[in-house]
Nanobody
Framework: QVQLVESGGGLVQPGGSLRLSCAAS????????MAWYRQDAGKQRELVAA???????NYADSMKGRFTISRDNAKNTVYLQMNSLKPEDTAVYYC????????????WGQGTQVTVSS
């Protein structure tokens, strides 16, 4: 079992920055692939970025160059640095942890709201 707690969301103006954090706790959390997803009202949940335990990353095309995912394995925490935010980045952002071996074993955080508006 892995528990995930997100923080760092809020209201920011267009062009601004936010950093989201997701603290993981539980059995072998450090080996899990961690990811951020987002979901806006009426839309499907979409992948933002993911990072393996070894530090390999991948990003959705629309986030490349603006968002950076990182992790601190000593703290079992994953971060999402979001720069040059746009109104269309407004969504609830969810942290996800997926076992790299048993891929059906995955956990979600409760989500944190990010609102980009002037």
């Amino acid at each position: 079992q892995v528990q995930l707690v997100e923080s760092g969301g809020g209201l920011v103006q267009p062009g601004g920055s936010l950093r989201l954090s997701c603290a993981a706790s539980g059995t072998a959390a450090s080996i899990y692939t961690m990811a951020w997803y987002r979901q806006d009202a009426g839309k499907q949940r979409e992948l933002v970025a993911a990072i393996t335990s070894g530090g390999s990353t991948n990003y959705a095309d629309s986030m490349k160059g603006r968002f950076t995912i990182s992790r601190d394995n000593a703290k079992n925490t994953v971060y999402l640095q979001m720069n040059s935010l746009k109104p269309e980045d407004t969504a609830v952002y969810y942290c996800n942890a997926r076992n790299p071996i048993i891929v059906s074993l995955a956990y979600w955080g409760q989500g944190t709201q990010v609102t980009v508006s002037s």
